[in-house]
């Protein structure tokens, strides 16, 4: 009774997980560069270092749906921009006033 239905749940639910992981990476892909490293000061795109495991995710999304779910928001919650260039932490976004002190900085000197 209902076995069914659970299982379509599940299913629609891990469909709809990988249809949000894909569209998640899709956009982390698609931002601009537009940071400056206060290390280095190059202009960069910074990179997203997140703890965990993209597999460990997809590990437990094969078994337990909700398990995975809060794992891929623990990995979220512990996502770092990371300088490519020097491996420095936070970048500075160049919108905003300290990324433009950085910047002015740099090119008066
Ligand atoms: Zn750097």
């Keep these: 009774m209902g076995g069914e239905m659970a299982i379509a ?7 709809l997980f990988g249809i ?6 899709y956009f982390q892909g698609a931002k601009e560069p537009g940071h400056i490293c206060p ?3 190059s202009i960069i795109k910074p990179r997203e270092v997140e703890s ?5 995710t997809l590990l437990l999304l094969f078994f337990f749906v909700v398990p995975a779910i809060i794992y ?3 990995r979220s919650s512990t996502r770092k921009n990371t300088c490519p260039t ?11 006033p300290a990324g433009q002190a950085i910047a ?3 090119s008066g000197s």
Excluded: R
Aim: aromatic content about 14%; some cysteine; charged content about 5%.
């Design 52 to 56: 965990g495991s993209g597999w460990i």
């Design 20 to 25: 949000w992981i894909f569209v998640d990476g």
């Design 72 to 74: 891929s928001f623990w």
């Design 9 to 15: 749940i599940s299913c629609t639910a891990i469909l």
């Design 86 to 96: 020097c491996g420095a932490p936070n970048p500075v976004p160049l919108s905003t």
């Design 104 to 106: 002015a900085k740099v």
């Design 39 to 41: 290390n280095c000061h």
